[in-house]
């Protein structure tokens, strides 16, 4: 209870599985607690005894079943088994004499399956379950006959239109949150790839410089590699559980680095153990861009100055940059200066190394997804004076 | 306690969260208003069937009025008003007084899940005190109907449901929902966070790149030459256009704006205020670089786009903590990790052991790092110390 308690409060650094099995576990719980308070008073309703021995029974084995997918990691399935649970015995009980009970149990369902927070389970659960109560509203004369409604049709008609009303808001709550989410995720990955290739040559530059500079690559230096030794030793002692041969499986990472991972899991007579340890240390290796490198580069990016603008600071696009069209043609003039003078991409070889032609440039401006950067106005401006970009800048 | 952020980049970071923040509850308020709009005229029709005094339908409607026009001039002029979580507050607190008036003016049990209704419409706006707000009224609310007027839920021909059981359904739909909202505003707000740090990282990512650059060509962007050739430009483009030269004063601003002071440069061009010399500084080369940044991003365009598959697949975050790892493999990439962060590099110079202790233990990286080698690191730090002592010296031999 208190990891769970633990996982929530840190929910943020969860990924999506982890966060759905938190959610299933919780409402596991809930769904426990709503059972044991609920089930027992089926056996005053009025209902034949199969009913009252078989609804406790299927409630008992629905709860294991998610129990049981919980456990085997199947948190998708856990969740759907969960929202069967509450599903049951919202229809059980809207059947029983207790409509109101039935009536505030679709919303408790409904809340559950947002719970989730999965449009798509959303749409198809939590729809069906709105026109079953909407059906069930509308056939049950028992809430039609309200005692203080002045109109006896008005009671069912709000009742309704309540649950209509609060399936609608949370669907406009489920878009709107997927919508906005979307646009910055798409603004998140973009960046993140943008920081993968400036990576990709930062490590590209400094393989080129040791190789040029007859540098000892530092995977290749003693020193290091006893350092690695020692602080692996250290920390392996300190673990409650050992790991009996650390040393050896350090030496293989360091001679990784000289190997063709891929052919080593593509060998047929590689040991298991080769094969998962080269998997794993794939992700490690000092001379690759891979989460190593993108862990290091952000702790020693937070220890870089980086930009010194602070107004306008996250704006890239020339309209929102500058307020007045001199200001604009100076920063695609200098745009176009940079892109045509400075080494901005991988040669054919490999390297870093390649400086754009004019003509690449302008097939650059005038493609669509420049306008990230420079409007068409800016775009059109560049190609009527073409000629005097080329020979100025 | 364990900082935040390390750099010098955090109030900016801080700064832009806040306006992603800002700009999506603005949205959010116009999604609210639209739907208290739809709802004026339903409400007020119940009302008026079940027989209120007209008088009181009109304050029902003034109610609303007032809600929407708050709203409305929080969305509208932001400028103005730019603490749009005030009419966040008032939203709130209007649609549960609204409420508790709706059940207490038409006493029938049908009525009572309106608050239910509220509590979907506030949630709208996915904030964390505006969900605490929401959970408790809708408690409070809920607990004083149910005490105070238990008739309401009396519906003839069936057993009475007693207030308990009333009151346990209530628990249960706040106790999910404030979870729910919980999680959700938590993740969402990390969400925001990423997504400025990881613009500021663009950043650092492409100032590494230019620091390399220089090393490995031995020569700086030659600031001069771009000034040069952009009078160059300036010139002929104005004399093909039959204008006069209006940049060459702002190219003379930009050489000057890396040795002068912002006052003494405001003195000596009048028709300059601090806002059009914040503008420039985004073309100015030397201190500020920005347009370089720029640039070089918009070079990566047409291989930073994404596929559609990129959009739908969930990617492990890089760590050094991932799942599916066995621990002498964490073991190792933390070793590894701390031993390249205490030897020179071709791209940054070793940081000493200090700066790592305290860099490790803020919230950005912290979840990086397996929470076991972690404890280990910080209760032992002085020993992983003496173990690169001699790696961290060799920068001094070089």
Known sequence: MKRLIEKVRSSEFLTLNEALKVKVSLVMIFLLIFGMMTVPISFFEDFALTIKIVVPLVFVALFSLTFLMLILDKSRLAMHFSIYTFLGLTVYYVGGSGQLYGYLLLFITLTVIIFYQDITTYILYGGVLTAYGLYYIQTDENLISTITDTIPQLGPIIYQSILIGFFVVYLIHFILTESMNEKLNEEYLKTQKANDIFRSYTLRYTSELEERDQITPIYERADFQESVRRISLLINAEMDKKIENLEEIIEYYFFLHKQNITSILEKNNASPTAIKYAEQFNNYLINKNNDLNTVLFEFIGLHKEGLKIKIKRYNQHLDEMFSNKTNRILGLAMIYKFLTTEITQFDKWG???????????????????????????????FLQNEKLFKEHL | MAPKTIGVADSEITKQVRKIEHDHLRTRTLFVNIILLLLIFPITSVLYLVEVALLDIVVYFLVFTFII?????????????PNIKLSMYITTLGVYLLSVSLVLDIQSSSIFTVLFLSYAIISIYHDLKVAVMNSILLLVSGIFIVSQFPDIFEIAHTLSPSALYILAFLTIFVALLSISSFVLIKRKLHFYRQVAQIKEQEFKHMDIFFDLQEKYSGSKQNVDEYYNHLESFSKALSKAIGVENVFHERIRLLRQLKDSKEATLLNKYPDYNKADLEELKQLELSIYNKISFTALKAAQIERIQLKKKELLTEKNQPSLNQREDDLETKIIAFAVFYALLRIDKAFFRALSHKQIVKTIQSEEVRHLVDDKILDIFLKNDAEFDKATRDIALSRVKS
Do not use: G, T
């Open chain 1, 351 to 381: 390297r870093v190394n390649k400086i754009l032609s004019h003509q690449e440039v302008k097939n650059l401006l005038q493609s669509k997804l420049f306008r990230d950067f420079i409007s068409y106005e800016d775009m059109n401006f």
């Open chain 2, 69 to 81: 026009a708050i709203n409305s001039s929080f969305y509208i002029y932001s400028h103005l008003l």
